[in-house]
């Protein structure tokens, strides 16, 4: 069975930064894309960052490029975000989630597991 389990989130100062990260297991994870996505209250969940299964391409969301990273470990099975700069419209429910291929990466209908979803809270 998969499990994607993400860490804790919680409130954030604006202006500072936040890594979460994402262990997999009951797969192959270096045989998977890993994206990150967050959905806001009252909104569409929204595609964040990619990474591919070597982690040699990245593929950027809209939101917040410039201020975030993925990275991953594929000897852990742990895929990072990294953001910076964090303003109060960053409040969501983040999630990572798992795919096989790196088509379509900002399409959430494409990817095959999901991460519980993390808060996150940003105070102004």
């Known amino acids: 069975q998969v499990h994607l389990v993400q860490s804790e989130g919680g409130l954030m100062q604006a202006g500072g930064s936040l890594r979460l990260s994402c262990t997999a297991s009951?797969?192959?994870?270096?045989?998977?894309?890993m994206g990150w996505f967050r959905q806001a209250p009252g909104k569409e969940r929204e595609f964040v960052l990619g990474?591919?299964?070597?982690?040699?391409?990245?593929y950027y969301g809209d939101s917040m490029k410039g201020r975030s990273t993925i990275s991953r470990d594929n000897a852990k099975n742990i895929v990072y975000l990294q953001i910076d700069s964090l303003k109060p419209e960053d409040a969501a429910v983040y999630y990572c989630?798992?795919?096989?291929?790196?088509?379509?990466?900002?399409?959430?209908?494409?990817?095959?597991?999901w991460g519980q979803g993390t808060w996150v809270t940003v105070s102004s």
């Open positions: 989630a798992a795919k096989v291929g790196s088509l379509e990466p900002k399409d959430r209908n494409t990817y095959n597991f």
């Open positions: 009951g797969l192959t994870f270096s045989l998977y894309f």
């Open positions: 990474i591919d299964h070597l982690g040699s391409s990245i």
